[in-house]
């Protein structure tokens, strides 16, 4: 009567006392470890939000000069200070110029020294950090320079060094990319020092590992080492910080172009055009809520991304 | 401790010295001249002599000595001459300001008031608000209030000075025109009335700077206080039958401030160096601002103090929570 090869017809259930039920059948498969941390981080709604947040505002930034075609230096006198419309959906400024433009390419410049002056501290933190818990003999030195680091008053010396050697760097490589250039190197020489402690931290727990011992006793080399047992360990700490330093390199750039330190006037970033805004404070009080709205919604968005990553890294939450 | 103290103290002395070299360094080796404001028109060798007369005619081993000297020393001497009218510093050669030709430590006196009333104003209120915030959004963990607080600190983290301070002169200064939006630092205060216009255009700076500090030390506040409700000891207190306000504000808040306050005190030079921006916003002729203007006119010897005066209050306050956290924490040794 009953065939003795019949098939279940649904597969067999794990019942886990945390988490939802999985089936069997896909638990024997080993999970990625990073589809592990997407399913967390998806559950941490402000993250979600931050997220979609800021790609939206990258989509913006990359795709919005294709379909919003009015140059952002065109100066056109007659349509100066004009309100909202449907010609120029933010208005224009004192030399008629389109704030809509002039916010994406701001946007663009912003969020590319966001992104650089990040990969750049990103770089150097993670280097210190590794060569620091890695090399024993290098460690004192390494975490000297970085306590020396911390103790320098870092806005009052950005903008001694951005002051003094503007000029030299605008005539080395034109007024745009040496400013660019300068900006970039200053926020990311000055913003290492946290990523470098805790990635050494990090570091220093994981060569207490069976595994380095095991990958040691086979006799790697100590670059082959670091490339592929350490640095892949220390991810999770490097993704945050890489977050934090998004919004700590928009902030700074930002604050370095509202003193009139930053990007000039012609070439500018969200920092520089809530500054240029602030002259017209009395008159036109809504030009500085664009820019002003941009920067602190973007660094919102990438301080709740951070968030949201570091309760999905933690594998102490993630079963939660 | 008191050696940890001693130990502490003569570490910081080196980290001082070196700040100071890589400030002078970076001043000196800059491409910047300091005659560039002269006229074409002054021949050369007169801009010589003009660039002897300010000192530069040494080598740079010299000048930095001198500088130390004179920052060190001199500067120290001056101040006790000020106080109690001795005369040990007549005669002594001060760091001089290449824009107004005064001694830069006058006019660092004469701005430092109005800096330290709005920050250190700021400051206060910050953690006088943000502790209360920490300490009930932790009891209440996940209620609407922590909630609510989380998300309110999260704007305070990310809306940057220049922001929210323009954001607020937009509000009360032209909109409702009930705040001055510059910051009058000539008002003498004498009676109600001039208390009441003094109060007026203090809220403003004081609020964005608090903002920015509440954000900070809440969460913090909120943390620890999360890791102590937890511990054994916090049962035991309850188990007693002691009262839920004597279990929180006694028992759990004296061991969660342990941490708070040294983030406190290392948040002080932070808070100065956001009050550059916020004495930008506000037009407060303080410290911040000195710097501002005397890095726009190339006044090194007036960058280059400033800057070292930031230095010393990180390391100082640096010192003070890590003296502090021993104090405070009998667990901790150093030694």
């Known amino acids: ?320 | 401790m008191l050696i940890f103290t001693f130990r502490r103290l003569l570490i910081s002395v080196p980290t001082l010295l070196f700040i100071a070299l890589v400030i002078f360094l970076l001043l000196d080796l800059s491409p910047g001249d300091p005659m560039a404001q002269v006229p074409l028109t002054v021949p050369p060798e007169v801009k010589e002599k003009m660039r002897l007369a300010l000192g530069l005619g040494e080598p740079g081993y010299i000048r930095f000595a001198k500088w130390l000297i004179q920052f060190f020393w001199i500067e120290p001497l001056n101040t006790v001459d000020h106080i109690f009218g001795t005369g040990f510093a007549e005669g002594k050669l001060r760091v001089i300001s290449w824009q107004t030709r005064s001694p830069v430590m006058d006019i660092i006196y004469q701005r430092l008031p109005q800096t330290l009333w709005v920050v250190g104003l700021s400051y206060v209120v910050g953690v006088l608000i943000a502790l209360p915030i920490g300490i009930y959004s932790a009891y209440r963990q996940y209620s609407v209030f922590d909630q609510a607080g989380t998300f309110v600190s999260m704007v305070g983290y990310s809306v940057p000075p220049f922001f929210s301070g323009v954001l607020l002169i937009v509000i009360f200064s032209v909109k409702l025109g009930w705040l001055p939006s510059i910051y009058d630092t000539t008002h003498v205060v004498n009676d109600w009335a001039s208390f009441k216009v003094q109060l007026k255009q203090m809220i403003m700076p004081v609020m964005v700077l608090a903002l920015q500090t509440t954000a900070q030390i809440s969460r913090f506040m909120r943390a620890s206080m999360l890791d102590n409700l937890n511990q054994d000891y916090v049962r035991t207190a309850r188990a007693k039958g002691m009262s839920e306000s004597v279990v929180v504000m006694v028992h759990v808040l004296r061991n969660s401030m342990i941490p708070v306050v040294t983030v406190i005190a290392m948040g002080v030079p932070g808070i100065f160096g956001g009050a550059i921006i916020t004495e930008q916003v506000f037009k407060v002729n303080g410290i911040g601002q000195l710097l501002i203007t005397s890095i726009q006119a190339n006044d090194l010897p007036m960058v280059q103090t400033l800057t070292f005066i930031f230095a010393v209050l990180i390391v100082v306050f640096n010192l003070i929570a890590d003296i502090l956290y021993g104090v405070l924490d009998p667990r901790i040794r150093y030694d």
Do not use: C
């Open chain 1, 1 to 320: 009567m009953t065939d003795p090869v019949t098939r279940p017809k649904t597969a067999p259930v794990i019942h886990n006392a945390v988490g939802p039920a999985q089936p069997a059948g896909l638990s024997a498969l080993p999970r990625n470890q990073w589809l592990e941390v997407w399913d967390q981080f998806r559950r941490h709604k402000g993250a979600v939000a931050g997220l979609g947040f800021f790609m939206l505002m990258l989509l913006a930034v990359g795709v919005g000069p294709l379909l919003w075609d009015i140059d952002p230096k065109y100066i056109d006198i007659p349509a100066r200070n004009a309100g909202p419309s449907l010609a120029h959906p933010f208005g224009t400024d004192q030399l008629g110029r389109d704030t809509l433009a002039r916010m994406i390419s701001g946007g663009q410049t912003s969020v590319a020294v966001g992104l650089m002056a990040m990969a750049l501290s990103l770089f150097l933190g993670t280097l210190i950090g590794v060569l620091a818990g890695y090399f024993r003999r290098l460690d004192g030195l390494l975490m000297r320079l970085t306590d020396l680091f911390l103790a320098l008053p870092l806005l009052p010396l950005l903008l001694v060094v951005i002051m003094l050697f503007r000029d030299t760097l605008r005539s080395a490589f034109g007024p745009e990319t040496g400013i660019f250039i300068l900006i970039v190197a200053v926020i990311g020489m000055t913003s290492w020092m946290q990523t470098a402690r805790i990635v050494r931290g990090d570091v220093l727990a994981i060569k207490e590992r069976e595994f380095v011992l095991a990958a040691r006793s086979i006799g790697t080399p100590d670059r082959r080492m670091i490339t592929r047992h350490i640095l892949p360990n220390v991810m999770s700490p490097i993704l945050v910080s890489a977050t934090l330093g998004i919004a700590n390199a928009i902030i700074t750039e930002s604050a370095l172009s509202f003193l009139g330190l930053g990007f000039p006037s012609d070439f500018p970033t969200w920092g520089r055009l809530l500054f240029d805004s602030t002259d017209y404070l009395q008159q036109y009080p809504e030009r500085v809520m664009w820019p002003g709205l941009a920067i602190s919604l973007s660094v919102l968005s990438v301080n709740y991304i951070g968030d949201g990553l570091r309760d999905a890294l933690d594998p102490r939450i993630r079963g939660r």
